[in-house]
């Protein structure tokens, strides 16, 4: 299995080797930020969908602090996340009260 930084970088290097070395210099402490955020196993895939989308999103050329934007990013990804999986148990915790009912 490939590490956050492997996978990010196979993508990134085709389109900057700058944005490679940015994602290098902070996706260690962006990891640490999401895994407080999301737990350890959903932290890498949340940095770098975040990395992913900063780079792809037409604001990005112009951002002068690419810190502070990541972190923020990361912020955004983690919380999109976890909606998500509350939204999942929920679903989940209706279907098994219909079943039940059902039964």
Partial sequence: MLSPVEAVRGIVCAVDDAD???FDK???ELTRFATGIV????APDVVSGAFLRS???R???AVTNHR???FRAVLNEALAMRRTAARRVRGEQTSARI???GQ
């Fill in 39 to 42: 737990g350890p196993s959903d």
């Fill in 68 to 70: 502070a934007y990541l």
């Fill in 55 to 57: 780079l792809v999103s």
């Fill in 20 to 22: 490679a070395e940015l």
């Fill in 59 to 61: 604001g990005w050329p």
């Fill in 26 to 28: 902070h996706a260690g």
């Fill in 99 to 101: 079943e039940v009912a």
